[in-house]
Nanobody, 121 residues
Framework: QVQLVESGGGLVQAGGSLRLSCAASGSVFSINVMGWYRQASGKQRELVARMTRGGSTNYVDSVAGRFTISRDNAKNTVYLQMNSLKPEDTAVYYC???????????????WGQGTQVTVSS
């Protein structure tokens, strides 16, 4: 019913930048929190950044000051601008959204398929 489609991953040298995008489509009535998580090989998935519909943000300490999350509510899209990338940022990045399908529905978690970000040293 709802699809989250990510784009923008790839290979970049340390110090470089990438911008991830995630668009929600399907039976979307409203979206509360949108965010980005990542999972490095052999590690647990962790929150990178999240943003409420009203604009409040949270970042994991390791990316604060380097990454910026933003969203376009009209387009149901969230972005992650990643600057000063480090090899330890290498991971699969997943988009996440709390979506309501109609006015009487509760919010449900949806995930994107993931996009690989690789930072070479």
């Amino acid at each position: 019913q709802v699809q989250l489609v990510e784009s923008g991953g790839g290979l970049v040298q340390a110090g470089g930048s990438l911008r991830l995008s995630c668009a929600a489509s399907g039976s979307v009535f409203s979206i509360n929190v949108m965010g980005w998580y990542r999972q490095a090989s052999g590690k647990q998935r962790e929150l990178v950044a999240r943003m409420t519909r009203g604009g409040s943000t949270n970042y994991v300490d390791s990316v604060a000051g380097r990454f910026t999350i933003s969203r376009d509510n009209a387009k149901n899209t969230v972005y992650l601008q990643m600057n000063s990338l480090k090899p330890e940022d290498t991971a699969v990045y997943y988009c996440n959204a709390d979506v309501r399908l109609n006015a009487r529905d509760t919010y449900t978690d949806y995930w994107g398929q993931g996009t690989q970000v690789t930072v070479s040293s």
